[in-house]
């Protein structure tokens, strides 16, 4: 549904979905976990991509969670408690733009992961952590303009690691949309280019959509089920195919 190399994770919801296609044409069950571990072990044991796990455990449990990932290499999802109209809710205020770049996730990561050698850079990941618990229990006390504001905290954070995250293009539309209202937002890939989301209150909306009308916006939806086998049959081969999303 979009292009490739714009930081919403479609590699990995390609891989997660790819293989539980594989594990459906053996007549293999395999839970959510085993096929986020498989798709990590695929893109970056295999593969060698130097890329972190969150997106493949998104694409395959969906549904809004807090992920930890521990020391001892174990992923830990714990689904958040929002009630199904606040989750509308909290959709409502949110809006993505693309800012009509496509560029390397590979080659930023990279240049991210060298910098850790720096005591300062490893620290500005350090100072980003505290947030997701904050978060966490604001979105589940319907506190959810604090959203936008750690969208903000950790994309300024986040830009300090390498000059290759952001560019003066990126960031002019990010101050145009809250000098125009937004709370707080974010670019949704590794740096460069992609989508950038922004949590901005409904009255405002309209306000951020002339500020970036050169930008194309995309509706989105939250899903709540994650990977999942939609069509399932055998042909008269003896063969079988299916169809994932």
Known sequence: DIPAGTGLGSSSAFTVGLLHNLYTLQAKYVSKNRLAEDACEMEIDILKEPIGKQD?????FGGINMIEFLQDGQVRVELLAISSEDKVNLQKNLLMFYTK???S???ILE??????SDRDKFELLGEMIPYVYKLR????????DYLGE??????CLKKKITNEISNDSIDSYYEKALEAGAIGGKLLCAGGGGFLLFYCPLKNQ???RHALHGLFELKFDFDYEGSKVIYFDEDSSGGAYGFFE
């Open 56 to 60: 493949q455990y998104a694409s395959a």
């Open 101 to 103: 770049t496509q560029r």
């Open 105 to 107: 996730a590979s080659a």
């Open 111 to 116: 240049k991210q992961k060298n910098s850790m």
């Open 137 to 144: 229990d604001a979105l589940s006390q319907k506190q959810f």
């Open 150 to 155: 750690v969208l903000h905290k950790g994309w």
């Open 206 to 208: 309209d306000k951020v």
